[in-house]
């Protein structure tokens, strides 16, 4: 119905704030493709927590009012725009970015943004691909330049990017460490490679991370929530070990000295900063991934898209993260 009537069921955010800023509608414009882009019709779409400080207004790219959030996309492309050759109608998809938004029924993306979604993977599995997987590849390789063999603790690792960054890191011969806050979170990072894991609720985790890594440190962290862990992060790494910065909620006070006397580094990720090369790098060892099998997204909680609002606030608020937070339009 909505289809011939040229309108859909979309998020609109017609001001910064808090969750009740999302506004869910049903007589938005279904958007045209232009040259070079396709219009997909959404199955799922990925939440992010960068999602909710764009829409807070505190994050450094603010984008024009009134938009649609969402970027992480998965569904069927309904129509191509002018020079579209890789894809065509009934192709399914998953994007890294969209240009409408993609929490709603239809969203335009760039041709260069969307990759095919492989008959292994559902479309929620495709929805939780883009901005988590491509963020942990970035983070160890292009930023943290890992190694094989080496150590990384994925602090915060049962949510989006720490499962992304278990799968990646284990099948690329790193020895992985993973924290989570619940026993359940524990086995789930375990079961997507991490070869050790630890509660990062109990007072005295940080010595067992210490103890297990022979009292060396670890090579690399990547960390989800550096505002809260990033002094620790500190006394946890191992002789010119990195800290790679993937979340921060708020600022947080560190010595100095304790860079100095490992000659370690804090290195801050942003996906939004990467070339097409890099990009293009990304994914192609996603793409690898998936076809290998060892990349295999963990669908967490399901909202319905007008439930957006809490599914807002529960990204940011609910302790223990289980996978990937996805909207079903």
């Excluded at 890789?86 to 969307?114: E, L, M, Q």
């Excluded at 799968?167 to 619940?182: E, F, S, Y």
């Excluded at 524990?186 to 985790?205: I, K, P």
């Excluded at 809490?310 to 909207?327: F, P, Q």
Aim: glycine share 10%.
């Amino acid at each position: 119905m909505a289809a011939t009537r040229n309108v859909m069921r979309a998020v609109r955010v017609f001001e910064f704030g808090g969750p009740e800023v999302l506004k869910f509608q049903s007589d938005v414009l279904i958007p045209d493709p232009k040259e070079n882009q396709v219009l997909i019709k959404v199955r799922a779409c990925g939440v992010n927590p960068v999602e909710t400080y764009i829409r807070s207004g505190s994050y450094a790219r603010k984008p024009a009012l009134p938009y649609t959030p969402g970027s992480d996309v998965a569904g069927v492309i309904e129509s191509v725009g002018e020079h579209v050759t890789a894809f065509k109608k009934g192709d399914r998809v998953f994007t890294i970015s969209t240009v409408s938004g993609g929490y709603a029924d239809y969203a335009v993306a760039a041709a260069n943004r969307i990759f095919p979604l492989s008959d292994k993977l559902d479309f929620k599995q495709g929805a939780a691909i883009g901005i988590p997987y491509f963020t942990a590849y970035r983070a160890l390789f292009q930023k943290g330049r890992a190694k094989a063999g080496e150590s990384v603790l994925v602090h915060g690792a049962s949510g989006g990017v720490g499962i992304a960054t278990c799968q990646i890191a284990r099948a690329c011969g790193l020895k992985v460490l993973g924290t989570a806050g619940t026993e359940e979170g524990m086995n789930m990072v375990l079961r997507n490679g991490a070869h050790q894991a630890f509660n990062h609720r109990e007072a005295n985790y940080t010595d067992k991370i210490k103890e297990y890594t022979g009292m060396k440190g670890v090579d690399i962290i990547i960390e989800m929530l550096s505002n809260i862990n990033l002094a620790t992060d500190l006394q946890l790494l191992s002789y010119a070990g990195r800290v790679m910065v993937v979340g921060c909620r708020g600022p947080i006070e560190i010595n100095p000295r304790d860079t100095m006397s490992k000659e370690s580094s804090i290195i801050g990720v942003s996906l939004f900063l990467a070339t097409e090369e890099e990009m293009h790098e990304c994914a192609t060892a996603v793409l690898k991934g998936i076809e290998a099998g060892w990349l295999q997204p963990i669908v967490g909680s399901e909202y319905p898209l007008a439930e957006v609002a809490k599914a807002h606030e529960d990204i940011i608020h609910n302790s223990g993260a289980r996978g990937k937070m996805v909207l079903l339009p």
